[in-house]
């Protein structure tokens, strides 16, 4: 993939395809309000505990693997997109870090116990939802678990999932709704299914929005 700004070339691992597909330009978010989200929101050093974000624990991907950025003022983040990894926590991790796999996402929530790693900073655009004007304008966080297994979707995961999109919601003005918080699968020319059938929306939009 080309780094922000060129014709991405699409390349990812099969059930974490994160590929760009075209570049198109957005409206600049104005200045003071921009600003001062990039400087509060961003910077993994940051106490977000006044935002609402749940504690973070630093992974970040290989700076290979996503295109460096200054959102919200070179692109407006109106979305957050729910995925499921399809492999365990320490594997997502280890492919985030690995160049060679063109793949990242900016969150990755672990079933066990709903610890959460960031990956990507929020002001750049990882690779995540196969759709470069999606990838732009969201965020991405993984899930740990299978879209067959549902056991993996445990309530710390839901809770701190939710705790994490409520806040993101909260800085960036998006609406706490399904408009806005969407499947990976419903993203414009997406191949793939998860979060799947067994992800349960109204739970997780009722969570965000008591969060």
């Given at each position: 993939?080309?780094?922000e ?7 990812r ?5 994160g590929?760009?597909l075209?570049?198109?330009p957005?409206?600049?978010?104005s ?25 973070l624990d630093w ?13 919200p003022t ?6 957050v ?21 063109q793949?990242s ?14 990956c ?11 759709n470069?004007?999606y ?48 499947a ?7 191949d ?17 929005n008591?969060?």
């Amino acid at each position: 993939m080309d780094s922000e700004g060129t014709a991405p070339v699409p390349s990812r691992r099969r059930l974490l395809k994160g590929a760009a597909l075209a570049t198109v330009p957005y409206a600049l978010l104005s200045g003071t309000r921009a600003a001062a989200q990039a400087r509060t929101v961003d910077h993994p050093a940051v106490d977000r505990t006044a935002l609402g974000y749940p504690t973070l624990d630093w992974q970040p991907a290989s700076a290979s693997n996503y295109s460096r950025s200054t959102r919200p003022t070179a692109y407006p983040v109106d979305y957050v997109v729910v995925h499921v990894t399809q492999e365990t926590y320490a594997d997502t991790l280890s492919i985030f870090r690995d160049p060679e796999k063109q793949v990242s996402a900016h969150y990755v929530v672990r079933s066990s116990d709903g610890h959460v790693a960031q990956c990507v900073r929020e002001a750049d655009i990882a690779w995540h939802a196969g759709n470069w004007d999606y990838n732009t304008r969201s965020i991405g966080i993984e899930h740990e678990g299978w879209v067959d297994r549902p056991d993996y979707f445990t309530n710390a995961l839901y809770e701190q999932s939710a705790r994490l999109t409520a806040a993101i919601c909260t800085a960036y003005g998006i609406p706490k709704d399904r408009t806005h918080i969407i499947a990976h699968h419903e993203v414009p020319g997406s191949d793939h299914t998860d979060p799947g059938p067994f992800w349960d929306w109204t739970r997780y939009i009722r969570l965000v929005n008591f969060a």
